[in-house]
């Protein structure tokens, strides 16, 4: 199989494609710009956005590389899944030659701590056709079914099994793992381990946009990092498709996606708020820029108190490049701290993607402040970098609850 390595932002040289697999590649990694190259037919440059991973499709492979290392995409996630016990979810993975093998290698890993006290078991639901009672008669169906005639009884009951959601989402997200083409057989091996482990759990395919939440207790909670990652697997890292009489296949991990949770959570952490004061998004809350309520706006970054937003912020792993706008970001920021009604807003960048700054917006007495995260450096230091950040965050926030208080008929 011919192979194609890229790297994020980065222009290839020449590749020759066939029609197949260029219509392939455009559906499957949207973001990837295919340029024809000038005086040829079926050559073409590629360069790839902020989705990195690996696609297979008739008979060639890609693989793209992110533009920071490969151990730190993986701490940014691992950060995300268990901010307090990150440090026990990083891995040493030498062998692994890619992102989707360090990931691969990664959940391996938490599948092992997962399963250490042995598999999670609980009650689930059954309904079934029996010669005796068991549980509940469902009277409804053993009318409708059994002219209220019996034997078989229809009945429901609870049964206690290792074939429960947790242990569902995590044979499945193996199972997909399974099926991608690794390069080395490490990865592999460490995946072939827990065949017989989950060999009694149900394998189900789920929707990429349908996998189930899972409610932690006591009793699940050591599981909760394979399975957030499993959840992550399914939901926005792999992918199928059939194009025409060719299968392709993807594992594809958006870096704009990772950097916002990463800052989203390492901030929250860092101020000690919870999910409802500091959301990802709004949580449920609406915000318009107009009166008629059909300009709708999603910050990634606020906070609130009550109804009432405290700190506005946006998170930028790669600056926005609009035809003929020059600074869309920043408009994006002002058009918040307009909705939101605070003197001042927050943007932050992946470093590299915009200078250290603070804009005073003329007419309008908004303060529209810049900053930027290095992720090169160790996650110590990234952590450090984003206590910076939180006490920015802390003094906006002070600062917008004492505009507030100034204001007319705010006493």
């Given at each position: 199989m011919r192979e194609i390595k890229l790297r994020e932002f980065q222009q290839s040289g020449p590749v020759e494609l066939t029609v197949t697999?260029?219509?392939?590649?455009?559906?499957?990694?949207p973001?990837?710009?295919i340029r024809p190259v000038k005086g040829s037919s079926g050559t073409f440059t590629l360069v790839p956005q902020s989705t990195v991973g690996a696609v297979v499709v008739d008979g060639l492979a890609v693989v793209i590389e992110p533009k920071i290392p490969i151990d730190r995409v993986l701490f940014l996630?691992?950060?995300?899944?268990?901010?307090k016990n990150w440090k026990k979810s990083t891995f040493q993975f030498d062998e692994a030659e890619s992102l989707v093998e360090a990931v691969a290698v990664s959940f391996a890993a938490l599948l092992e701590r997962a399963f250490h006290r042995g598999l999670l078991q609980g009650y689930r639901s059954e309904e079934d056709s029996l010669a005796t009672v068991r549980g509940r008669i469902r009277f409804d169906e053993q009318l409708r079914r059994r002219n209220g005639i019996a034997p078989p009884v229809e009945v429901v009951f609870d049964e206690f099994t290792e074939d429960i959601t947790e242990n569902r989402i995590l044979k499945a997200a193996l199972n997909r793992l399974r099926h991608l083409r690794f390069r080395s057989e490490f990865a592999s091996r460490r995946l072939r381990r827990?065949?017989?482990t989950l060999a009694n759990v149900s394998l189900v395919q789920y929707p990429i946009r349908s996998v189930p939440e899972v409610q932690y207790t006591r009793l699940n909670e050591h599981y909760r990092p394979a399975i957030e990652l499993a959840r992550l697997i399914l939901s926005w890292f792999s992918l199928e498709l059939k194009h025409g009489e060719s299968r392709g296949s993807a594992f594809l991990v958006d870096m704009n996606v990772v950097f916002e949770r990463f800052v989203h959570t390492a901030l929250r952490e860092a101020l000690g708020l919870s999910e409802r004061q500091f959301p990802l998004g709004l949580n449920g809350r609406d915000l318009h820029l107009d009166c008629a309520m059909r300009v709708e706006l999603l910050p990634d970054l606020s906070w609130w108190s009550g109804g009432r937003c405290e700190f506005v912020g946006d998170v930028k792993y790669k600056a926005v490049n609009v035809a003929g706008i020059k600074h869309p970001d920043l408009y994006q920021l002002l058009a918040y701290t307009v909705a939101t009604k605070l003197p001042t807003g927050l943007l932050i960048y992946a470093s590299g993607e915009g200078e250290p700054a603070r804009h005073v917006v003329t007419n309008v007495g908004k303060n529209l402040e810049v900053m930027s995260v290095n992720l090169?450096?160790?996650p110590s230091d990234i952590l450090s970098q984003m206590q910076v950040v939180a006490d920015v965050v802390s003094a906006q926030n002070w600062s917008n609850k004492a505009a507030a208080r100034d204001l007319p008929g705010s006493r």
């Open positions: 697999q260029r219509d392939a590649l455009v559906e499957l990694i973001t990837l710009l996630i691992s950060y995300c899944l268990d901010p827990f065949d017989q090169h450096g160790t």
